[in-house]
């Protein structure tokens, strides 16, 4: 009898030495240990340009038209929405008819891991495989856990599962889950480019017109001025002042031919 209860002890001091050297690093007071970590992947980004005009303003209610000519209510636009024009923010009560408006929205998706590691460590004080185990912690509270389907126990440096485990014995349970998700973050900008000014009115002036007298020309006197040249002589004499002095020339030229003649034949003829 006295040698059972010694090798019952023996037993219990070796299964939980060797639980004790396997959790050596878990603090002595430790009860349910839980480390979480992430790991994220690269982070993609989403551009949405919107662009409209203003073309209507009552109150908080604004009409835009925007870019493929359709026109969009706003209705109760709050004084919170501002649009940064010349780097200033504008709201509702500060915008105007033919202001152009533009948002961008910047979604950001980062897909990233959950990794959570529970650990606990302590004494069966109770079993009811294969679903639920009560331990006794080290600080000597007790507690429930619930047994997940195909969960380990470390016993000893053996992987047991619910079935193996038996009152007294100190074991150490590590659970490991993996949740995948997505971080979404959304970035608006939103700016806006004021009005032309209308343009300047013209001023109702009438308009003179000087009309500057033309110099007179300078008087000239009878005497100094030219007498314009007749277009056609004028008719002062007859032709036959003109015949009778040709008929005179022809005469003479023939009374000299007659006389040069008589002096050639003179000459000629020997004297006698």
């Known amino acids: 009898m006295i040698s059972t209860r010694l090798s019952r002890k023996i037993l219990r001091g070796l299964l939980g030495g060797g639980a004790l050297c396997i959790a050596f690093s878990l603090p002595s007071a430790a009860q349910v240990q839980t480390q979480t970590s992430e790991k994220k992947s690269v982070t993609t980004k989403t551009v949405t340009v919107e662009r409209g005009e203003i073309v209507h303003i009552a109150g908080n209610d604004v009409v835009l038209r925007m870019e493929d000519g ?82 380990t126990f470390t016993i000893d440096g053996e992987e047991k599962d619910a079935w193996g485990l038996k009152k007294g014995m100190k074991v150490q349970a590590t659970r490991v889950t993996e949740v995948p998700e997505t971080l979404v973050s959304h970035e608006v900008k939103a700016t806006g480019k004021m009005p032309p000014p209308p343009p300047v009115p013209k001023a109702e002036v009438p308009i003179l017109v000087a009309v500057l007298p033309t110099p007179a020309a300078p008087m000239e006197t009878a005497a100094a001025r030219p007498e314009p040249a007749p277009k056609k002589l004028p008719k002062t004499a007859s032709d036959l002042p003109l015949i009778g002095l040709l008929g005179a020339l022809f005469c003479g030229l023939s009374l000299t031919a007659i006389t040069i003649r008589t002096i050639a034949s003179r000459l000629a003829s020997p004297r006698g």
Do not use: C, Y
């Open 70 to 151: 359709t026109l969009r209510d706003f209705d109760n636009v709050s004084e919170n929405v501002t649009f940064m024009v010349d780097g200033k923010p504008v709201n509702i009560h500060n915008a105007k008819v033919g202001m152009k408006l533009e948002k961008q929205t910047i979604v950001s998706s980062t897909p990233r891991v959950i990794t959570t590691v529970e650990s606990v460590t302590g004494t069966v004080w109770h079993v009811s495989p294969p679903t639920t185990v009560i331990l006794r912690l080290e600080n000597g509270e007790t507690q429930s856990f619930k047994i997940p389907n195909g969960q």
